[in-house]
């Protein structure tokens, strides 16, 4: 992944960390910064389990996401 992979679009699902697990949310993003940013706090905020699909179709688990989401590497 490059830097300029960071301003291509991409979709973003959160499935619930507790609850059913046919229950997701899905959102595309301008920016897969911004899909990064807001994974990360879905994680934080209730342990929800993101991923992301990108423009170029490289999906992102969300262990690749909690390991590459700290806010150095988001900017």
């Not at 991409?10 to 994974?39: K, M, N």
């Not at 879905?42 to 990108?54: K, L, S």
Request: no cysteine.
């Amino acid at each position: 992944m490059t830097r300029a992979d960071l301003d291509k679009r991409a979709e973003l699902t959160v499935w619930p960390g507790r609850g059913p697990t046919h229950v997701a949310q899905g959102h595309e993003f301008p920016t897969l910064r911004q899909a990064l940013a807001a994974a990360a706090e879905a994680i934080d905020a209730d342990d929800a389990q993101p991923w992301i699909i990108t423009e170029d179709g490289d999906i992102l688990s969300p262990r690749w996401i909690r390991a590459n989401t700290g806010s150095s590497r988001l900017q």
